[in-house]
T-cell receptor
Framework: GDSVTQMEGPVTLSEEAFLTINCTYT??????LFWYVQYPGEGLQLLLK?????DKGSNKGFEATYRKETTSFHLEKGSVQVSDSAVYFC????????????FGKGTLLTVNP | KAGVTQTPRYLIKTRGQQVTLSCSPI?????VSWYQQTPGQGLQFLFE???????NKGNFPGRFSGRQFSNSRSEMNVSTLELGDSALYLC??????????FGQGTRLTVV
């Protein structure tokens, strides 16, 4: 079945540091890939997405590129802020007529001033 | 456009009781999915409904059930509650093919 593996962290960075959170996947067919973010006490917010190979999703300074050859979708940001502190989830859906998201375990990011 | 609304936000129940959670999707969305989030298991898919039909179901016991109404609102029910059912239950709304938008969740505590 489908699965997502991401670095579990926690990751602690200083403000303005470079961020990478690794994500690899196993799926049948051609999945769509997502990064969601969860702030304390909140639900999940969609951060970015990519629906086909070589697509780059981007939002709020975060980027991730759909790499089919390495089955990866790593999240990056050039300069993190304290407000980026949250849990980040990599996810996929293999789509079709059944909409089901498969999530990684989540990565807790803490950014210190 | 209003987002996904889940009620109630918090619940405390006793073992053996049953509970019903509600989810109102984004207007126009016909797909509603439910997920259970726990520290140990992470985010696990419960089921998805599209136009009142269950299209997909996760690997949960029959105590977990759901339904969707003609206005796309959905409810999930958990019967004979166990301590291990304590979790954050998240509802997601989509048009069935594109990205899902999540509600803030219902925090269920079983004592």
């Amino acid at each position: 079945g489908d699965s997502v593996t991401q670095m579990e962290g926690p990751v602690t960075l200083s403000e303005e540091a470079f961020l990478t959170i690794n994500c690899t996947y196993t799926a049948t067919g051609y999945p769509s890939l997502f990064w969601y973010v969860q702030y304390p006490g909140e639900g999940l917010q969609l951060l970015l997405k990519a629906t086909k190979a070589d697509d780059k999703g981007s939002n709020k300074g975060f980027e991730a590129t759909y790499r089919k050859e390495t089955t990866s979708f790593h999240l990056e940001k050039g300069s993190v802020q304290v407000s980026d502190s949250a849990v980040y989830f990599c996810a996929l859906t293999s789509g079709g007529s059944n909409y089901k998201l498969t999530f990684g375990k989540g990565t807790l990011l803490t950014v210190n001033p | 456009k209003a987002g996904v609304t889940q009620t109630p936000r918090y619940l405390i129940k006793t073992r053996g009781q049953q509970v019903t959670l509600s989810c109102s999707p984004i207007s126009g969305h016909r797909s509603v999915s439910w997920y259970q989030q726990t520290p140990g298991q992470g985010l696990q898919f419960l089921f998805e409904y599209f136009s009142e039909t269950q299209r997909n179901k996760g690997n949960f016991p029959g105590r977990f059930s759901g339904r969707q109404f003609s206005n796309s609102r959905s409810e999930m029910n958990v019967s004979t509650l166990e301590l291990g059912d304590s979790a954050l239950y998240l509802c997601a709304s989509s048009d069935g093919w594109n990205e899902a938008f999540f509600g803030q969740g219902t925090r269920l505590t079983v004592v």
